[in-house]
């Protein structure tokens, strides 16, 4: 990198350029977004056209965007003829229509025609993320005829590992894999040694789901049908390993209590960054009024024992740490397909055992501290030591079933996480905490 970075530095443009051409795409590309916006903008243009296009997929989408619309019109259309489809949809997505009505314009009609085509399903879904280059075969044709037109129409496609055999109707019959057409006999038909039990992605597949199958089967390559079993598309691990780096960072950012959002943080600008986080903030700020409210109610009780003021921070903190734990959990345990609805009452169970565990250690190492060296009385010891049971108790039942509540009733589960079940458990702990101590202490 130092070496490309001092050729940059002095212009040795001609030598730069060999050296690059006999990198691998991805590092072109790690090595361009070194560069200043208008150094990388020049090497990009010094890159042979073949290799310039495949390392444009290797670029970040606001680079790519910036590279685009910086080109003249024949040359984007260029870059955008070789991108595969699911790719180049994804750049004109994100782009301005006027910007995509050019680039469009100048395209050759197949690209066209399969960028409006995945442009037709709506975003996330199977149809919207797959590419439409691949390998199809007839069932009647020989084994030579295919190697022979593997050989036509492989450079444009996805991928060859995996050949897909279709009807008349384009209707998916089976898959055939490579290795078993350079095995076989060159008169063997298709039909006789294809895979007839096929496992297939619908076009509406959500693309969280879509990831699963892949998980599931441990394919690198699965095809996508429409509703009448015709092949439209295939989906591709690399696609499969963007979609889970994705989902995984939305359900992150919606954990911390985040509007997601689809740019790095690097590249996200601060008023950006403050419009994603304010909302939530806001509601959570007024949500917590509800615990100064309480607190306010039993002023009266406080004042009569005002070492109860103490431990008000060790019990919220507490009961919302163990709230976050059970829903942390529970949400992974949802986002996997670990755990469905119907095994609420399971869940509940087991988490109320955990809870009684946690509850009764946490609130023994308390008891001694209380005593040895608070030296508060026995009755303010036990006070605090319920209610930390009894909070924890609670805190782990809310924790794990406001997730399954909101799968259920359709919301994202990962937006009952940690913030939201805290400002919930910290109000429902001091209930009990001062409902054991008025009890107890006699101070009503």
Same mark, same amino acid.
């Given at each position: 990198?130092?070496?490309?970075?001092?050729?940059?530095? $002095?212009?040795?443009?001609?030598?730069?350029?060999?050296?690059?051409?006999? *990198?691998?795409?991805?590092?072109?590309?790690?090595?361009?977004?070194?560069?200043? !916006?208008? /150094?990388?903008?020049?090497?990009?243009?010094? *890159?042979?056209?073949?290799?310039?296009?495949?390392?444009?997929?290797?670029?970040?989408?606001?680079?790519?965007?910036?590279?685009?619309?910086?080109? @003249?019109?024949?040359? =984007?259309?260029?870059?955008?003829?070789?991108?595969?489809?699911?790719?180049?949809?994804?750049?004109?997505?994100?782009?301005?229509?006027? #910007?995509?009505?050019?680039?469009?314009?100048?395209?050759?009609?197949?690209?066209?025609?399969?960028?409006?085509?995945?442009?037709?399903?709506?975003?996330?879904?199977?149809?919207?993320?797959?590419?439409?280059?691949?390998?199809?075969?007839?069932?009647?044709?020989?084994?030579?005829?295919?190697?022979?037109?593997?050989?036509?129409?492989?450079?444009?496609?996805?991928?060859?590992?995996?050949?897909?055999?279709?009807?008349?109707?384009?209707?998916?019959?089976?898959?055939?894999?490579?290795?078993?057409?350079?095995?076989?006999?060159?008169?063997?038909?298709?039909?006789?040694?294809?895979?007839?039990?096929?496992?297939?992605?619908?076009?509406?597949?959500?693309?969280?789901?879509? =990831?699963?199958?892949?998980?599931?089967?441990?394919?690198?390559?699965?095809?996508?049908?429409?509703? /009448?079993?015709?092949?439209?598309?295939?989906?591709?691990?690399?696609?499969?390993?963007?979609?889970?780096?994705?989902?995984?960072?939305?359900?992150?950012?919606?954990?911390?209590? #985040?509007?997601?959002?689809?740019?790095?943080?690097?590249?996200?600008?601060?008023? /950006? $960054?403050?419009?994603?986080?304010?909302?939530?903030?806001?509601?959570?700020?007024?949500?917590?009024?509800?615990?100064?409210?309480?607190? =306010?109610?039993?002023?009266?009780?406080?004042?009569?024992?005002? #070492?109860?003021?103490?431990?008000?921070?060790?019990?919220?903190?507490?009961?919302?740490?163990?709230?976050?734990?059970?829903?942390?959990?529970?949400?992974?345990?949802?986002?996997?397909?670990?755990? !469905?609805?119907?095994?609420?009452?399971?869940?509940?169970?087991?988490?109320?055992?955990?809870?009684?565990?946690?509850?009764?250690?946490?609130?023994?190492?308390?008891?001694?501290?209380?005593?040895?060296?608070?030296?508060? @009385?026995?009755?303010?010891?036990?006070?605090?030591?319920?209610?930390?049971?009894?909070?924890?108790?609670?805190?782990?039942?809310?924790?794990?079933?406001?997730?399954?509540?909101?799968?259920?009733?359709?919301?994202?589960?990962?937006?009952?996480?940690?913030?939201? #079940?805290?400002?919930?458990?910290?109000?429902?702990?001091?209930?009990?905490?001062?409902?054991?101590?008025?009890?107890?202490?006699?101070?009503?």
């Amino acid at each position: 990198m130092e070496e490309l970075l001092e050729l940059v530095k $002095t212009k040795q443009y001609t030598v730069l350029r060999q050296e690059l051409s006999e *990198l691998n795409e991805p590092d072109i590309a790690a090595f361009l977004q070194e560069l200043e !916006e208008d /150094e990388m903008l020049k090497i990009f243009r010094i *890159l042979p056209k073949s290799l310039a296009a495949d390392v444009f997929a290797y670029l970040d989408l606001e680079e790519e965007q910036m590279i685009i619309t910086s080109l @003249s019109d024949r040359e =984007a259309a260029n870059i955008v003829n070789n991108l595969m489809a699911d790719d180049a949809t994804d750049l004109l997505e994100e782009m301005p229509a006027s #910007i995509v009505k050019r680039i469009l314009a100048n395209a050759n009609s197949e690209t066209r025609r399969d960028i409006n085509h995945l442009l037709r399903y709506p975003e996330e879904s199977a149809g919207s993320i797959m590419t439409v280059e691949f390998v199809d075969l007839k069932e009647n044709i020989t084994v030579a005829d295919a190697i022979h037109k593997i050989r036509n129409v492989g450079l444009d496609s996805e991928t060859i590992n995996i050949c897909y055999v279709l009807d008349v109707k384009r209707k998916l019959l089976g898959t055939v894999a490579l290795r078993y057409l350079l095995l076989s006999d060159p008169d063997e038909i298709i039909g006789d040694i294809m895979h007839e039990n096929v496992i297939s992605i619908n076009t509406m597949m959500d693309q969280e789901e879509v =990831a699963r199958q892949f998980q599931k089967y441990d394919f690198t390559a699965m095809p996508v049908v429409d509703n /009448e079993d015709r092949l439209v598309g295939i989906i591709t691990v690399d696609d499969v390993v963007d979609i889970m780096q994705e989902e995984t960072t939305e359900d992150m950012e919606k954990m911390a209590a #985040i509007v997601p959002s689809d740019k790095s943080y690097m590249r996200t600008g601060v008023f /950006e $960054t403050y419009k994603k986080r304010i909302p939530w903030l806001l509601l959570l700020m007024i949500s917590a009024t509800f615990t100064g409210g309480i607190i =306010a109610s039993f002023e009266d009780a406080l004042s009569l024992c005002s #070492i109860l003021t103490v431990y008000i921070p060790m019990l919220m903190d507490t009961g919302g740490n163990a709230g976050g734990q059970a829903s942390v959990t529970i949400i992974r345990g949802l986002s996997l397909n670990e755990i !469905e609805f119907r095994d609420a009452f399971r869940v509940v169970w087991k988490e109320s055992r955990v809870a009684f565990l946690c509850g009764v250690t946490l609130a023994a190492a308390n008891f001694v501290k209380l005593m040895l060296l608070d030296r508060v @009385s026995l009755t303010v010891a036990l006070v605090v030591c319920i209610t930390l049971v009894i909070s924890v108790l609670v805190a782990k039942i809310v924790g794990c079933m406001f997730p399954m509540l909101a799968k259920k009733i359709g919301f994202d589960p990962a937006v009952m996480a940690s913030p939201f #079940i805290t400002t919930i458990v910290d109000a429902i702990s001091l209930m009990i905490y001062f409902m054991i101590a008025t009890q107890m202490l006699n101070l009503i």
